[in-house]
């Protein structure tokens, strides 16, 4: 998603923050909390979990904003604090998920494409797309979860594969095949659907 | 591959993943980005993975852009901030959306003894509450006993409460401890891997058995 507010001005504001500036606290949430909130849920699929994790990564940025060394933007620095939050979250309540990037059984694709494609006659292209949007969220459900917080890193956050690994703590070339299985997996997720859509 | 791209005979490899995202965001060097598109210019293949990303891309950033946090966050995270500075908890209940209610209603009880945990932290629970006595069922249960740590706010222990289906029965005793009960049914076995869970956890600052 293209930011709207640029690296320099959340450098401001942090250092506001340091200072014990609320009113600065208050504008780096509503630059990042949407952030921090969707990269919890490409990994928990849960939003009252994600919610938690935008309050306690808050608090943290609110008791160690002196700590940013400016290596890295405030961005990728606050969402590796929020990874270490939702890998807290995981361990505990995913224990029998401990393989990353297994794939999740989620809803059946084939649920998904029943309940979808019923396009009325007219406006049939509307509501075709409509359906290709609800079956791209059932592919994305699918994917492995360490799978689709590196996309949702590289896609919607427009991370450097660099930055990614940072956040998510890990060697660039795991971050390199995540993203690569991911592509392939809503690929060939995403045309086993055309596929059915065309019988 | 296309009849194009197999006569045109690219010189180099095919473009990496990483290169053609770094291009679909503009995040290239004008060298690079030069190198790039000449071989874009001659390439089917690595000009449809393009076309492909920014499709994915695009329909990425649509499904994300529907999900926000929850508009009591900010207080949640206010109230917290406020809790750690003057060492006071604001007396203030968290605001409610229609779409907490579904989850209210699962924990309820659960909610309403955590919120108060950190409203009137270490005064006497049972006293200030009045809340029900146990049912018949509950004296059946396992139970542990914990001391939260200073920092754990409401929504915290009730994440953690919710996680591991415990239920707070009783509490605090005179070193400030609460008694969580386990689910019924949950064996010895259970009780054990718990405790030892609960243990490691920031928000447990004493974890033990009855
Ligand atoms: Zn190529």
């Given at each position: 998603m293209s930011r709207t507010v640029d690296d320099s001005r959340l450098r401001i504001w942090l250092q506001q923050v340091a200072e014990g500036d609320t009113r600065a606290l208050r504008h780096l949430y509503d630059a990042l909390a949407p952030s921090i909130y969707r990269f919890a849920l490409s990994r928990l699929d849960d939003p009252h979990e994600a919610d938690g994790i935008v309050s306690e990564v808050m608090v943290q940025v609110w008791q160690q904003a002196g700590r940013f060394e400016g290596r890295a933007s405030v961005l990728t620095w606050v969402l590796g604090i929020a990874h270490h939050k939702v890998m807290d979250v995981w361990r505990r309540t995913r224990r029998d998920s401990e393989e990353l990037d297994t794939v999740r059984p989620a809803r059946p694709l084939d649920q998904a494409l029943s309940e979808t494609v019923t396009p009325a006659v007219e406006g049939e292209h509307a509501a075709l797309n409509e359906a290709c949007q609800a079956c791209f969220d059932a592919c994305l459900a699918q994917l492995p979860p360490a799978q689709r917080q590196a996309l949702y890193l590289a896609l919607v956050e427009e991370q450097p594969y660099q930055d990614i690994a940072r956040i998510l703590d890990c060697p660039t070339n795991t971050v390199k095949t995540r993203v690569f299985h991911a592509r392939r997996f809503m690929q060939q997720c995403m045309a086993a659907w055309r596929r059915e859509k065309a019988v | 591959m296309t009849q194009a791209s197999q006569t045109m005979k690219?010189?180099?490899?095919h473009l990496d993943e990483e290169t053609l995202i770094a291009c679909l965001q503009n995040r290239l060097s004008d060298q690079a980005r030069r190198s790039v598109e000449a071989h874009l210019r001659q390439c089917d293949a690595c000009r449809q993975a393009l076309v492909d990303l920014r499709q994915l891309q695009r329909q990425l950033q649509a499904h994300y852009a529907a999900h926000h946090p929850a508009p009591e966050t900010w207080q949640q995270v206010q109230a917290r901030i406020e809790a750690h500075r003057d060492k006071v908890v604001p007396l203030r209940k968290p605001a409610s959306s229609a779409r907490r209610w579904t989850w209210l209603g699962a924990t309820a009880a659960a909610v309403l003894f955590a919120v108060q945990l950190v409203l009137i932290?270490?005064?006497d629970l049972r006293q200030q509450t009045g809340y029900a006595p146990l049912g018949a069922s509950q004296h059946e249960r396992l139970h542990i006993w914990v001391r939260f740590a200073p920092s754990a706010d409401s929504r915290t222990i009730t994440t953690l409460l919710r996680h591991y289906g415990l239920t707070l029965d009783s509490g605090p005793d005179s070193a400030g401890r609460y008694r969580l009960a386990l689910p019924a049914g949950a064996d010895e076995q259970t009780l054990q891997r718990t405790l030892k869970a609960l243990r490691q956890r920031p928000e447990i600052a004493e974890a033990l058995l009855p």
């Open positions: - | 690219p010189q180099h490899a932290q270490q005064a």
